[in-house]
């Protein structure tokens, strides 16, 4: 089970520039309403990343049982929602589970990326899972586009068994491609956002197809969804978290670090980036009134960016709060040989294990952000699996959308990001858009020096 350790975030004789737990005695009115909120949103179906956990999922181990058992690698065309969640599940349990097949998310219209990706690719062996839960996104339109091509051309006769598509169950282009064509193809529910669709066939499918245990994962995000049910907050992860960097946003620490000590739960880190980024950052709250909220999410990486970052995070603006993710027991670790026992400069290492290394410098860098008095919290893997994953996630989501709560703004939208797409669209000529690129036509005139 997944420990939350928020000690650094509230006050104690070693932290008494934190939040005294008083404080969130005092909030627990306003975090009854946001929660009262979250049930009413629950119960109009609009926050479908909770139900989840219930969800069937024998329409994807019967998909999988079904294609062809050579099939070795997966590349995930998608973006955002549609594809960080794949990596961070894959990057999280590759070795330690030593998961049997491969995955390769292609989310950038970089040419070079590309170009990289199907240098490694043996075609005959790869499956192409196009995810976009509108069906229209120009980066994934692109790339399904140039793949699709490869494979029509190369395997005329069965180029669709070769690619599926994830999208909605009704709208968009790519439900129209598969009506057409024939491909096999999954649903992005109505009720669940881009970032929030790990857990639906988005992130599911991928997984499952790598080996991953798809069950654990929902029951991991079951039980964590248990736990912040809890309405004596001190003991629910996701509210008294989302609270407390509520009140941090409040005293001007707008920068949230996120720091695993595993390269494994780097990619996590960057879900968890546009998970908190796209639902908190907002100009207009619920009421449309300016409010320009937010916390600057940012990822490092224990131990290397202790010798990067760490100096900045100690002494530099105390503008930030900080959550450690580490991983008590790994799967596979190093005993250090004392190589030179009469050295003293590396003979304290000889005989100790990597993994031990790893996790005293996590707790010496916590010891000094915390004499610094920059507020921090440890979230604990006892190990790596998918239980603890599927917590994970649904820990986030909920302490996302009860923070969104706590800022009366609406986590599950982001007009940001379409204001960009619709950009896009106009400067690459899409019917419907002229007026857009006559404006940037006249900004990219007066820009001109
Ligand atoms: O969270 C979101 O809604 C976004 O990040 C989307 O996931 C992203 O823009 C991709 O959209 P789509 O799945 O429609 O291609």
Not at 42 to 71: C, K, M, V
Not at 99 to 111: A, C, E, G, S, T
Not at 240 to 266: A, D, Q, T
Not at 364 to 383: D, G
Request: glycine share 6%; proline share 4%; hydrophobic share 40%.
């Amino acid at each position: 089970m997944l420990r939350f350790e928020p000690y650094n975030l509230l006050q104690s004789e070693l932290m008494p520039t934190a939040i005294p737990a008083a404080k969130i005695k005092d909030y627990h009115y306003v975090c009854l309403q946001a929660h009262e909120e979250i049930q009413a949103d629950r119960h109009a179906n609009i926050l479908g990343f909770y139900e989840l956990p219930e969800q069937e999922i024998s329409h994807i181990t019967s998909y999988l049982e079904s294609i062809d058992p050579s099939f070795d690698t997966m590349v995930v065309l998608g973006i955002g929602g549609s594809a960080l969640g794949n990596r961070a599940l894959y990057s999280a349990l590759r070795t330690e589970r030593n998961l049997p097949r491969k995955l390769i998310v292609y989310d950038n219209v970089d040419p070079v990326f590309l170009h990289e990706i199907l240098g490694q690719l043996n075609l005959d062996t790869t499956l192409f899972n196009v995810i976009t839960k509108s069906g229209t996104t120009a980066e994934t339109m692109a790339g399904y586009m140039i793949l699709a091509d490869l494979i029509k051309k190369r395997y005329p006769q069965d180029y669709t068994s070769r690619i599926v598509i994830t999208t909605d169950k009704e709208k968009g282009f790519l439900r129209q491609v598969i009506k057409q064509e024939g491909y096999h193809s999954f649903v992005v529910p109505d009720n669940v956002g881009g970032r929030f669709s790990v857990l639906t066939d988005v992130g599911l499918v991928s997984s499952a197809f790598t080996g991953m245990d798809i069950a654990a994962l929902l029951k991991g995000a079951a039980s964590m969804r248990k736990r912040c049910g809890e309405l004596e907050f001190l003991a629910n992860p996701a509210y008294l978290n989302g609270l407390l960097h509520y009140l941090y946003m409040r005293e001007g620490k707008n920068i949230s670090v996120m720091m695993p000590y595993s390269n494994s739960l780097y990619d996590l880190a960057d879900w968890y980036r546009q998970l908190w980024a796209e639902s908190l950052g907002k100009r207009h709250d619920v009421k449309g009134r300016e409010v320009m909220v937010g916390q600057t999410p940012v990822k490092a990486l224990g131990t290397t960016d202790q010798h990067s970052q760490v100096q900045l995070y100690t002494e530099g603006p105390n503008d930030k709060v900080f959550t450690f993710l580490s991983v008590e027991n790994f799967t596979h670790d190093f005993t250090i040989p004392n190589l030179h026992p009469d050295r003293p400069e590396v003979s304290y290492l000889g005989g100790r294990r990597l993994s031990e290394l790893l996790n005293a410098e996590r707790l010496a860098t916590e010891i000094a952000l915390t004499k610094a008095r920059r507020p921090n919290a440890n979230i604990v893997f006892p190990a790596l699996d998918e239980f603890q994953l599927g917590e994970f996630i649904m820990l986030f989501e909920i302490q996302t959308v009860f923070t969104g709560k706590l800022l009366h703004i609406n986590p599950l939208d982001q007009p940001g990001v379409e204001a960009g797409k619709i950009a896009t669209y106009a400067l690459m000529g899409k019917a419907g858009f002229e007026r857009e690129l006559a404006e940037i036509k006249a900004y990219q005139e007066q820009r001109k020096l």
